[in-house]
């Protein structure tokens, strides 16, 4: 006699029962349950080629479980205002559209955080405030001094004033 060992492929006994998501695969001396591919409830073996029926998500095309795209059924897919549907394996997601997010349960458009506004001098400088200064004060004296020669005693008067402040 030939005193060799002889692997028992425990699969094809009852000895190699898996779990209905799972299927059994021999190994030398043992044999190993490995999950179904996600496509399959049940399987004969590795990938979605060898579902016994396809999961919820996916149905059978040819002889595979593909993935069905829920976003092309408007039955399905999403119905909220401003919502696009994301397709995923074996499912879908509803999100919110760019600019907006989702809160309560809606979308809503984003807020813009809101830019604190400055005054139109609030970064100048002493020495610019004061060049500024000059210039407004250099423009209202022109104006004082164009009214005063129209011959305006009111106006006159006011030239004389602003340019005795200025000599200071």
């Known amino acids: 006699h030939n005193n060799t060992c002889v692997d028992i492929d425990e699969c ?3 000895l190699g029962k898996c779990s209905q998501n799972s299927y059994c695969l021999n190994t030398e001396g043992s044999f190993l349950c490995k999950a179904c591919d996600v496509s399959c409830v049940g399987c004969l073996g590795s990938g979605p080629a060898r579902c016994r029926k396809c999961a919820p998500g996916y149905r059978l095309m040819g002889s595979k479980c593909v993935d069905v795209d829920e976003c092309s059924d408007r039955v399905l ?3 909220g205002l401003d919502e696009i549907c994301f397709n995923t394996e074996g ?4 999100g919110c559209a760019e600019e907006f997010t989702r809160q309560n349960g809606v979308c809503v458009k984003k807020q813009l955080p809101s830019v604190q506004e400055k005054g ?3 970064d100048l400088q002493d020495d610019e405030v004061e060049v500024l200064q000059q210039m407004f004060f ?3 004296l022109c104006a004082l001094a164009t009214l ?6 009111v106006y006159t008067s006011m030239f004389i004033g ?3 402040a200025m000599a200071g």
Request: with cysteine; proline share 0%.
């Open 77 to 79: 897919a999403c119905h």
């Open 120 to 122: 139109l001098f609030e």
């Open 91 to 94: 499912s879908f997601r509803c």
């Open 162 to 164: 602003a340019v005795a």
């Open 12 to 14: 094809g006994t009852k």
């Open 138 to 140: 250099g423009v209202v």
């Open 148 to 153: 005063a020669a129209k011959g305006d005693l």
